[in-house]
Nanobody, 120 residues
Framework: EVQLQASGGGLVQPGGSLRLSCAASGFTVSTSVMGWFRQAPGKAREFVAAIRWSDGRTYYADSVKDRFTISRDSAKNTVFLQMNGLKPEDTGVYYC?????????????WGQGTLVTVSS
């Protein structure tokens, strides 16, 4: 069974930091691109960051570039999102997402969300 288990959300003051984790299981992570999306109240889900597992290449939304860092731990099949300099507009539910390959077919899977609230 494919699973993406996200954790690490919480309440933080503006300017603070949080680290989100997403533990993957049930598929070969070396074939994957893993990422984070977020959804603020009343808004559409949006892309935040992604990492290509095979070579570590990273991708970021302009709104988080230079503040957020995505990384992976191959020994733990886990992706991290280090969030620094958090702003109130970063508030939302953060979802882990994975695109992985089985044979010649790509599949994708969403994890459950973890809530991040940035407020004083």
């Amino acid at each position: 069974e494919v699973q993406l288990q996200a954790s690490g959300g919480g309440l933080v003051q503006p300017g603070g930091s949080l680290r989100l984790s997403c533990a993957a299981s049930g598929f070969t992570v070396s074939t994957s691109v893993m990422g984070w999306f977020r959804q603020a109240p009343g808004k559409a889900r949006e892309f935040v960051a992604a990492i290509r597992w095979s070579d570590g290449r990273t991708y970021y939304a302009d709104s988080v570039k230079d503040r957020f860092t995505i990384s992976r731990d191959s020994a733990k099949n886990t992706v991290f999102l280090q969030m620094n300099g958090l702003k109130p507009e970063d508030t939302g539910v953060y979802y882990c997402h994975g695109v992985y390959r089985v044979g010649f077919t790509n599949f994708d899977h969403w994890g459950q969300g973890t809530l991040v609230t940035v407020s004083s």
